[in-house]
């Protein structure tokens, strides 16, 4: 197993050396790999046969156990088999800001896989930022008022963005309160099939393995004011501020103001990394030390990813 680092440090690449299958190298060196991982945030497999699909299946049960479902979606996605999903299917020239995989529920992933099928022609990355570098670059007064007051979500859906059905997969309002009511979820039914819900949650949390304090929400990029200029005035015309189909506040309902979000985008950013995806590279992160997001691309950029590792981010082992 050769180990060696990009440019910017993140990801961690382990590069096949000439001996033996990806799943050979995952299953010899498994303990070490999965410490590797909980060290840097993330690795990469360059160089690799993964085996399309299926081989990505393989790995993820190698290191981590059987794939999880996409629960509590909060982006259009198409399954590829089984609990392999695309990444978000939003069109190529928007681009998707730094986020933690479904840090926005109760229980969220704690391995994260991304495999390049097919590369962009051009751009196209999946930026990377480790989020306790994020922390640092946080002003220490805006993370002390998020500490106190937490932040809350609250989805729309029905006019645009999704329907709860699609959302929750299921057309079975019982079953939707019944999923929200376990994950700490408040509903609110709108006229003749609209959903209103709203969760608070922390913004900062412990790892559970490292114990270092991590910057772990959606509040950035679920808030309006990430959108792009043109998206967000135009939302806010249809919908006012309070239907639209996701925004972000404080977690005792109180807004959070534009300069305070525009700071939170600026500390991603600084603490942000990218490389080229090339076909058959495999990406693996620890959902709570590393935030992605995607450039625009050009091309028929095809990223599967998957997720593992159910966590609420009690004390466990690597």
């Avoid at 360059?46 to 794939?67: I, M, N, Q, T």
């Avoid at 529920?105 to 991304?114: H, R």
């Avoid at 006229?191 to 114990?211: F, I």
């Avoid at 808030?223 to 939302?235: G, I, K, S």
Wanted: hydrophobic fraction near 35%; charge should be negative.
């Amino acid at each position: 197993m050769r180990i060696s680092a990009l440019p910017d440090g993140l990801p961690t690449v382990i590069e096949y050396d000439g001996n033996g299958a990806i799943l050979d190298t995952v299953r010899d060196n498994r303990a070490a790999i999965r410490s590797l991982i909980t060290e840097q945030g993330a690795v990469l497999f360059r160089g690799f046969d993964v085996g399309g699909v299926e081989g990505l299946h393989r790995v993820v049960r190698a290191l981590s156990g059987e794939p999880l479902d996409y629960t509590e979606r909060s982006s259009p996605r198409s399954s590829l088999s089984g609990n392999v999903f695309t990444s978000t299917d939003y069109p190529e020239n928007e681009e998707i800001f730094l986020h933690n995989e479904c840090s926005y529920q109760q229980n969220w992933p704690m391995k994260v896989y991304f495999y390049c099928l097919t590369p962009a022609a051009t751009q196209g990355a999946t930026p990377f930022a480790d989020v306790r570098r994020v922390l640092d670059h946080i002003d220490p007064a805006v993370v002390e008022e998020f500490t106190r007051r937490k932040w809350s979500y609250v989805r729309n859906f029905g006019a645009m963005g999704g329907t709860w059905q699609y959302f929750y997969d299921t057309d079975d309002r019982a079953e939707v309160e019944r999923y929200c009511a376990a994950q700490n979820i408040q509903v609110e039914w709108i006229g003749a099939d609209g959903l209103r819900t709203r969760a608070v949650r922390d913004a900062v949390r412990r790892h559970p393995v490292t114990g270092a304090d991590v910057w772990f929400n959606h509040a950035t990029f679920f808030h309006v004011d990430t959108l792009p200029a043109v998206y967000r005035e135009e939302m806010l015309d249809m919908f006012g501020s309070e239907n639209l189909p996701t925004n972000s506040y404080y977690g005792d309902g109180g807004e959070i103001p534009a300069e305070v979000t525009k700071h939170l985008q600026e500390a991603y950013r600084a603490a942000s990394t990218r490389f080229d995806w090339q076909r058959d590279d495999l990406v693996v992160i620890d959902n709570m030390l590393t935030a992605h997001g995607r450039e625009p691309y050009t091309g028929a950029r095809k990223i599967a990813i998957a997720m593992a590792e159910a966590s609420d981010a009690a004390v466990g082992t690597p």
